[in-house]
């Protein structure tokens, strides 16, 4: 098979990397649901405080699009329903009682799948919640149920630091992958594009069927789906819909239709120099940061991540764990000023650029914190954030576009085939510290209301 | 040093919003962030960052400036007095240098400042280098307030009415120096502007080369008492620092390998060069134009065109931005240098027009590259 072979990027060399040891979270005795966590719902509450739900018990919908539901990972009584400004509904609740009672759902067998109707197989996805896990390109926001794509998209070979490795989750179990993935070609029709690393040894996905396998190598983001995306069937305009799911997802989605009851469990990451045991999680939906970290001292000055460091959340410890999200990281908090920084040969300093002696011993001895490093100045074009973006799009033109609001020439460079993680490590590099994956996040933004 | 810190942090609230200097605070930004990288933590992902920025970028051209400057001190005090042995060279040049230097900086940073505290910005560290870059480019017994001049029109004409750094479409020190030439021609050409000593005229090698119609180019230089080691290694006539090609090519490492330059235009510079003046030789039997028959090696080493396509075109501002049109804009230039210097005898050099002319052609060059990848996007659409 053709190895699509991508060499433009950086595997950051971060501290703490999680080692290959899983372990049982166990029962949490609370659960959250955050509504910020799913792009482009608008949520209508269906519970109040004092409810009891079942897991996969409706708790919200989409006022837009009522079918779309999202629903407790849990069961047990609804404590709280944290509004924040404008009345937005920031958080839900729940604490879990032992009944554990579930909603049920239809049950399917593999060989029923090519029977099924694509409306049978919607309807028990948005009847169980989990159709949010389907998220589409552009824009990243959870998809359209009324609008098929050209295409889904499963990346097998994240990159990001910290990120879960594909081939030990599956040999942790893959029940429910091969279902997932011919349910998700059953309710589209269309090409299920499977993309593992070069050098993924599980047999396994090789012996999957309703799927396209490809294989891409290189650094990160040679992992993102939004590469992937951009080499295979590229983004056209924005009614060029593709969707994507994590496999963990398509794991789940197989679950529910093997099962007929709402699969809550995933394994995550936990990974950083902050955090004393870095390891593999198994944990459920909704569990917050500090119920993952149960046990696992975590240092003063640290910043908990929902996700990970380059794309991930700034959380607390009683925040959930984001739906999307399977990485925490947990890094050393510094504002520490260093004098004439940038006059020092800088034998500790982490830099993809060759401006620091660091460079020398490939960055060991630097270490990543959450420092800027620098105050924010008008771009120069030196081409530093061409070097670690693998797509055919001219970054620095397009930023000039975005910050202009020629919504034109935006889309003619490229922006719809953009997200704003594919450019992480653009504002990772930047020398005069703009906030790149951010204007790239408004330029999308200004594009889907005003285009 | 903590002193320093405390001190720095105490008289920090007369700057910031509401306090009595509150218009001075990208002077404080300056000061402070001079003596330490500032302490802030990222607030949005990615939550972790390089550890490059502009200070370190701009640094590191200062760096890569030093073996052609120092040289260049060196080479002043040579010119004026060959014989008077290494140290009163240096000596010599040294107090011709330092002051076109500090004017640049201190005129230049007044500006700078000026702007920032007007326009509500920040001190950019670009200045620093442009603020070197002129003096040296300039004959080194220019008088002090040309110098003034000069980089007074090159701030405020050059890149503050245009928008300020990032925004400008020449080389601010390029218009500096162009400024000066035309403004005040008798200080900027000709023979005698080339060395300190007065009663001392040396003609550049390039001034040279054109000299007597219907000879042969390099002999003429020859003749002159210039060898081609000489030119290479930079003793001999010109500007303060643009005559080393040797410690240019030092500065060049740099630029390249911490790539802070992009090579590109620096190798299409040369790919330009080489085969403008390999035409030119081609037509030379058929006119009485001498510098038709120069040959690539010596247009390499006379004059500026190392200095400047090194240290001049590569400003990534007003380059082209794209990687095929950084290849375009440098071959333009070269060849462009080429056609200057022997098409039109009225400039002996080449290099200081043929950037600017590069500048201005830039956006254009980018524009069709900008084309071609819409273009390419447009086939992979239609591809799939």
Same mark, same amino acid.
């Given at each position: 098979m053709k190895v699509i072979r991508l060499k433009k990027g950086h595997n950051l060399a971060i501290g703490g990397q999680p080692e290959k040891l899983l372990v049982d979270a166990g029962q949490p005795a609370r659960l959250k649901i955050r509504?910020?966590?799913?792009?482009?719902i608008k949520p209508k509450l269906l519970v109040k405080e004092g409810d009891h739900v079942n897991t996969?018990?409706?708790?919200l919908y989409d =006022?837009?699009?009522?079918?779309m539901l999202v629903t407790a990972p849990g069961a047990g009584r609804v404590v709280n329903i944290v509004v924040g400004e404008r009345?937005?509904?920031?958080e839900i609740v729940i604490d879990l009682?032992? &009944?554990?009672s579930v909603e049920s759902f239809e049950r399917f067998n593999e060989q029923s799948v090519p029977a099924l109707s694509p409306d049978t197989i919607k309807s028990q996805l948005l009847r169980s919640g989990l159709w949010p896990v389907i998220r589409q390109r552009?824009?990243?926001? $959870?998809?359209?149920?009324e609008k098929l794509p050209k295409a889904v998209f499963i990346s097998a070979t994240p990159t990001a630091?910290?990120?879960?490795?594909t081939d030990y989750l599956l040999e942790q179990g893959a029940a429910g992958l091969q279902m997932g993935l011919s349910v998700l070609k059953r309710l589209t029709g269309r090409p299920v594009h499977l993309v593992a690393g =070069?050098?993924?040894?599980?047999a396994m996905l090789a012996g999957l069927k309703d799927v396209v396998l490809h294989r891409f190598s290189g650094?990160? /983001?040679?992992?993102?789906v939004g590469i992937h995306i951009h080499h295979i069937a590229p983004i056209?305009?924005?009614?060029d819909i593709v969707w994507y799911v994590s496999l963990q997802d398509v794991m789940r989605i197989g679950g529910l239709f093997l099962k007929g009851v709402l699969p809550v469990d995933k394994v995550v990451t936990v990974g950083g120099e902050s955090v004393e045991k870095r390891l593999y999680v198994k944990i459920r939906q909704g569990m917050m940061l500090k119920d993952i970290l149960w046990g696992n001292p975590v240092e003063r000055d640290a910043r908990l991540v929902?996700?990970?460091? #380059? &794309?991930g959340l700034q959380c607390v410890a009683e925040d959930s764990l984001g739906?999307?999200?399977d990485t925490v990281s947990v890094i050393p908090e510094s504002t520490r000023r260093d004098f004439f920084g940038w006059l020092m !040969?800088? #034998?500790?300093k982490y830099s993809l650029?060759?401006?620091? %002696?660091s460079r020398l011993v490939g960055n060991r001895g630097a270490h990543l914190d959450t420092r800027m490093h620098g105050s924010e100045r008008i771009i120069i074009p030196f081409g530093n954030i061409e070097s670690v973006l693998?797509?055919?799009?001219l970054p620095t033109f397009l930023i000039k576009m975005i910050l202009a609001e020629d919504i034109d020439e935006m889309e003619k460079l490229g922006?719809?085939?953009?997200d704003p993680e594919d450019f992480a490590l653009c504002s990772f590099i930047d020398a005069s510290k703009m906030e790149i994956a951010e204007i790239i996040r408004q330029g999308l933004e200004y594009v889907e209301k005003n285009g | 040093m903590g002193a320093l810190r405390t001190f720095l942090d105490r008289i920090e609230p007369h700057f910031s919003?509401?306090? =009595?200097?509150?218009?001075l605070f990208p002077l404080y930004e300056m000061v402070d962030t001079i003596f330490y990288v500032p302490g802030t933590a990222t607030?949005?992902? !990615?939550?972790v960052r390089d550890a490059v920025d502009m200070k370190r970028s701009m640094f590191t051209v200062i760096i890569a400036l030093m073996p052609a400057l120092v040289f260049g001190i060196y080479n002043t005090g040579y010119q004026a007095? /060959?014989?008077?042995g290494f140290l009163q060279n240096v000596m010599t040049g040294g107090s011709a240098v330092v002051p076109l230097i500090l004017v640049s900086y201190i005129v230049g940073g007044l500006w700078e400042v000026l702007f920032a505290v007007i326009r509500r910005h920040e001190v950019n560290e670009g200045f620093l280098v442009t603020g070197l870059l002129l003096p040296m480019t300039l004959?080194?017994?220019?008088p002090l307030w040309m110098v003034a001049m000069g980089i007074s029109f090159g701030i405020v004409i050059g890149k503050e009415v245009t928008g300020g750094t990032g925004y400008n479409i020449f080389n601010p020190a390029l218009i500096a120096r162009a400024f000066i030439f035309f403004a005040y021609p008798a200080e900027m050409s000709?023979?005698? $502007?080339?060395? %300190?000593?007065?009663?001392l005229t040396a003609a550049t090698p390039l001034a040279v080369a054109a000299?007597?119609?219907?000879?042969?180019a390099v002999s003429l230089v020859a003749a002159a008492g210039y060898t081609l080691k000489d030119m290479f290694v930079g003793l001999? /006539?010109?500007s303060v620092a643009g005559t080393s090609t040797l410690a240019v090519l030092a500065g060049a490492v740099v630029l390249i390998v911490s790539r802070i330059a992009n090579w590109r235009i620096m190798a299409g510079g040369l790919i330009g060069l080489v085969t403008a003046a390999i035409l030119a030789n081609l037509l030379?039997?058929?006119?009485?134009? &001498?510098? #038709?028959?120069?040959s690539p090696l010596y247009h390499g080493v006379m004059g500026g065109f190392a200095f400047g396509i090194v240290?001049?075109? &590569?400003d990534p501002v007003s380059a082209a931005q794209t990687d095929k049109g950084r290849w375009i804009y440098g071959i333009l230039i070269g060849a462009l240098c080429v056609m200057i210097r022997v098409?039109?005898?009225?400039?002996?050099?080449?290099i200081m027009l043929s950037i600017l002319l590069g500048n201005a052609f830039a956006p254009m060059i980018d524009y069709f590259v900008l084309r071609q990848n819409i273009a390419k996007r447009q086939k992979a659409y239609a591809k799939q």
């Open positions: 509504p910020g966590d799913f792009p482009g996969g018990a409706p708790v =006022k837009t699009f009522p079918d009345r937005t509904v920031r009682d032992r &009944t554990e552009p824009f990243s926001s $959870v998809a359209d149920p630091p910290f990120a879960p490795d =070069k050098n993924s040894s599980s650094p990160h /983001p040679a992992g993102n056209r305009n924005r009614d929902s996700g990970d460091v #380059l &794309t739906f999307y999200h !040969p800088g #034998l500790h650029t060759n401006l620091f %002696l693998p797509m055919n799009i922006i719809y085939e953009c | 919003k509401g306090g =009595k200097w509150e218009r607030a949005v992902a !990615p939550h007095d /060959p014989g008077a004959p080194p017994d220019i000709g023979d005698p $502007v080339w060395t %300190l000593a007065d009663d000299s007597v119609p219907g000879d042969d001999i /006539p010109g030379a039997p058929a006119s009485e134009n &001498t510098m #038709l028959s120069l240290f001049m075109a &590569t098409l039109n005898q009225a400039f002996a050099e080449g």
